[in-house]
């Protein structure tokens, strides 16, 4: 059941039993499309950009006391996962009054906003005003980063320690109907920490064992390392943890008409086993933490 909602931003369910401090949050399952949104590209192809199912997915983690945050609108409208500076000035039709810091992905269609919708789709046949992109900013990047620094700041106050699991889907690499664990070019999960940079290896390596003892190949930063959402949130030194989970769609979806496998209600139960595995660790972790201080 969802405990708090911002229509067509966010949603927020918060822990059910013995809540311990990890949140879990999905930036790009939104399918609720802005009906200003104005882009060119039909909605099929809008939709392949999505990480679908990501957060039911994850629904169950509430049991086991952790948050789970998702966003409602896509990331192919604004990108929650990506700086509020990081603009393409090739897509604005005046000056950006504010400042500016364009990543190499925003050059190639891919920042804040997409100039670019894969493989190759013009967004828009027309630049955007300031005006869009603010409101796009101020009622839908804002809030999401508010949600996600509210709720993280609150755990890490009273526990003293906090663990971010940062969740999204990639791209199987063979066809997707037909996709078998273990057999695709690309792993079955990918956990990004910023090469060592946003969380203890320790945090990691529950995540990763875990997965390879239900028989997953897991690879570390490769080829996702992370990016904003585990970036700006991260702070190991100050037990601030945060992990990018990337899951193989063709575990669990056809990529072509986006519904689920059989393999979806297996998947669903292993991070299950999952969650519950890390969410112990958290509660053994805050009450050494707790003791320490």
Same mark, same amino acid.
């Given at each position: 059941?969802?405990?708090?909602?911002?229509?067509?931003?966010?949603?927020?369910? /918060? %822990?059910?039993?013995?809540?311990?401090?990890?949140?879990?949050?999905?930036?790009?399952?939104?399918?609720?499309? %802005?009906?200003?949104?104005?882009?060119?590209?039909?909605?099929?192809? +809008?939709? /392949? #950009?999505?990480?679908?199912?990501?957060?039911?997915?994850?629904?169950?983690?509430?049991?086991?006391?952790?948050?789970? !945050?998702?966003?409602?609108?896509?990331?192919?409208?604004?990108?929650?996962?990506?700086?509020?500076?990081?603009?393409?000035?090739?897509?604005?039709?005046?000056? $950006?009054?504010?400042?500016? @810091?364009?990543?190499? @992905?925003? @050059?190639?269609?891919?920042? !804040?906003?997409?100039?670019?919708? %894969?493989?190759?789709?013009?967004?828009?046949? /027309?630049?955007?005003?300031?005006?869009?992109?603010?409101?796009?900013?101020?009622?839908? $990047?804002?809030?999401?980063? #508010?949600?996600?620094?509210?709720?993280?700041?609150?755990?890490?106050?009273? =526990?003293?320690?906090? &663990?971010?699991? *940062?969740?999204?889907?990639?791209?199987?690499?063979?066809?997707?109907?037909?996709?078998?664990? *273990?057999?695709?070019?690309?792993?079955?999960?990918?956990?990004?920490?910023?090469?060592?940079?946003?969380?203890?290896?320790?945090?990691?390596?529950?995540?990763?064992?875990?997965?390879?003892?239900?028989?997953?190949?897991?690879?570390?930063?490769? %080829?996702?390392?992370?990016?904003? !959402?585990?970036? #700006? &949130?991260?702070?190991? =030194?100050?037990?601030?943890?945060? !992990?990018?989970?990337?899951? *193989?769609?063709?575990?669990?979806?056809?990529?072509?008409? +986006?519904?689920?496998?059989?393999?979806? $209600?297996?998947?669903?139960?292993? +991070?299950?086993?999952?969650?519950?595995?890390?969410?112990?660790?958290?509660?053994?972790?805050?009450?050494?933490?707790? #003791?320490?201080?």
């Amino acid at each position: 059941m969802v405990s708090f909602q911002i229509p067509g931003v966010l949603y927020l369910d /918060r %822990p059910r039993g013995s809540e311990v401090p990890l949140l879990l949050d999905s930036p790009h399952s939104g399918a609720h499309y %802005p009906e200003d949104f104005g882009t060119r590209v039909p909605l099929q192809v +809008l939709r /392949r #950009a999505e990480d679908c199912h990501v957060d039911a997915l994850f629904t169950g983690a509430t049991a086991f006391g952790a948050t789970l !945050l998702a966003a409602l609108f896509p990331r192919s409208y604004i990108d929650p996962n990506r700086a509020e500076t990081d603009l393409d000035p090739a897509l604005l039709a005046d000056g $950006w009054p504010g400042r500016i @810091k364009t990543s190499d @992905k925003a @050059k190639l269609g891919h920042g !804040l906003i997409w100039r670019v919708c %894969p493989p190759d789709y013009a967004m828009y046949d /027309r630049l955007l005003s300031v005006e869009e992109v603010r409101h796009r900013i101020e009622d839908y $990047w804002r809030p999401y980063h #508010a949600m996600l620094r509210g709720r993280l700041d609150d755990l890490h106050q009273r =526990f003293g320690c906090v &663990y971010h699991l *940062n969740c999204h889907s990639m791209p199987a690499s063979s066809t997707p109907a037909r996709a078998v664990r *273990n057999t695709l070019r690309r792993a079955d999960f990918v956990l990004g920490d910023r090469d060592g940079q946003s969380c203890d290896g320790e945090f990691r390596d529950v995540v990763r064992t875990c997965l390879e003892e239900m028989g997953y190949q897991v690879r570390i930063n490769d %080829p996702y390392r992370g990016v904003e !959402l585990v970036r #700006a &949130y991260s702070d190991p =030194f100050r037990a601030r943890h945060s !992990l990018q989970i990337e899951i *193989n769609r063709g575990l669990y979806m056809n990529e072509v008409t +986006l519904e689920p496998l059989d393999g979806y $209600w297996t998947l669903r139960r292993d +991070l299950n086993r999952m969650v519950e595995r890390v969410a112990e660790f958290v509660r053994i972790t805050a009450r050494r933490q707790a #003791a320490a201080d």
